[in-house]
């Protein structure tokens, strides 16, 4: 049996699909389900960003507070840049503020790194 597990697995999968196309509200339910995985996603990159908080909370302490507002401002705009993608990118004005967004986030990224490794 270990032989067919590839094929079993691959059946499974196009049954599934079958079943979400053929079945009608299937793609309600299919709609419904992914919305539920990225729910489960979003609360996992929550809860891995808190343990790295925890983890590193006497090392974001210890870059002052100018830099660490510096790291948490990058953070923030980064987070904005991705939400407003598809909106900055309907114009070549806005483009372009998006690339200088991003821009101003490496910077703040960079600088946050560059102070944390001097001594």
């Given amino acids: 049996m270990e032989r ?4 079993r697995n691959v059946l499974i999968v196009l049954g599934l699909g079958a079943a979400i196309y053929y079945i009608p509200g299937g793609g309600r339910a299919a709609s419904a389900f992914e919305a539920f ?35 948490y401002g990058g953070v923030g705009l980064a987070l904005f840049c991705y939400m407003s993608r598809s909106r900055l990118w309907e114009t070549g004005l806005g ?7 991003l821009g101003l986030c490496a910077y703040a990224f960079l600088e946050v790194y560059r102070h944390s490794r001097s001594y």
């Fill in 4 to 7: 067919y597990r590839t094929a």
């Fill in 37 to 71: 995985l990225w729910g489960v996603f979003a609360l996992g990159i929550a809860y891995l960003g808190m343990r790295m908080y925890r983890e590193n909370q006497f090392r974001l302490m210890a870059l002052g507070d100018r830099h660490r507002g510096l790291l």
């Fill in 95 to 101: 483009e372009l503020a998006w690339f200088v967004l």
